[in-house]
């Protein structure tokens, strides 16, 4: 990503961001992403929703081999494991 959109990202409003976490159930990697998200956007004030690829076909085709995912303002932030740090980082926080 170019520095000029992280700088973008970085000056917007916690309240004006999304994290959206796409998984699905009984992933155990899904629930420790949870946690983390919880944890990182609770302390920030950051947004976040959760959606379930068995209940997307699309992002069940794009993203199935990767869960747990994590978007952040609707791009790609990680897959597999959540680091909290990494996170709060990307949130300006």
């Not at 998200?37 to 068995?54: F, N, S």
């Not at 959540?82 to 300006?92: E, F, T």
Request: net charge negative; glycine share 8%; with cysteine.
């Amino acid at each position: 990503m170019s520095p000029l959109l992280r700088r973008t990202h970085a000056k917007r409003k916690p309240e004006e961001r999304l994290v959206t976490l796409i998984g699905k159930p009984g992933c155990h990697l899904c629930d420790d992403a949870r946690a983390v998200v919880e944890e990182v956007c609770g302390a920030l004030g950051v947004p976040w929703e959760e959606k379930d690829i068995t209940r997307d076909e699309e992002l069940n085709r794009a993203y199935w081999e990767q869960i747990p995912v994590v978007l952040v303002d609707g791009e790609q932030h990680t897959f597999w494991r959540v680091d909290a740090g990494r996170l709060r980082k990307a949130l300006g926080g």
